[in-house]
Nanobody, 123 residues
Framework: QVQLVASGGGLVQAGGSLRLSCAAS????????MGWFRRAPGKERAFVAA????????TYADSVKGRFTISRDNAKNTVYLQMNSLKPEDTAVYFC????????????????WGQGTQVTVSS
């Protein structure tokens, strides 16, 4: 069982930056692929970024490539999402999630989900 707690959301102006964190419980954090997803108002939950257990592989949605960076600190059981050059269309509730396998990391079928943190980007 993995419990995830996301934090770091807030209100920021367009062009600004935020860093989201997701703290995980359990001793097997490094075995899990970690992902970030978001749900914008009126839209379905969508993939943002994922990172392998070792941190050696990452993948991003096209809409955030070059602006967002996912990273992890396995000693702290934490995954991060650094968001730069934020746009109003990045406004959403952001969720972190965990799954055991890298294959399909952009899909929604993660085993564990955090509670979400709100990010609002004003124009």
């Amino acid at each position: 069982q993995v419990q995830l707690v996301a934090s770091g959301g807030g209100l920021v102006q367009a062009g600004g930056s935020l860093r989201l964190s997701c703290a995980a419980s359990g001793r097997t954090f490094s075995r899990y692929v970690m992902g970030w997803f978001r749900r914008a108002p009126g839209k379905e939950r969508a993939f943002v970024a994922a990172i392998s257990g070792s941190g050696g592989r990452t993948t991003y949605a096209d809409s955030v490539k070059g602006r967002f960076t996912i990273s992890r600190d396995n000693a702290k059981n934490t995954v991060y999402l650094q968001m730069n050059s934020l746009k109003p269309e990045d406004t959403a509730v952001y969720f972190c999630a965990a799954r055991p396998l890298w294959s399909g990391a952009q899909q929604l079928d993660y085993d564990y989900w955090g509670q979400g943190t709100q990010v609002t980007v004003s124009s």
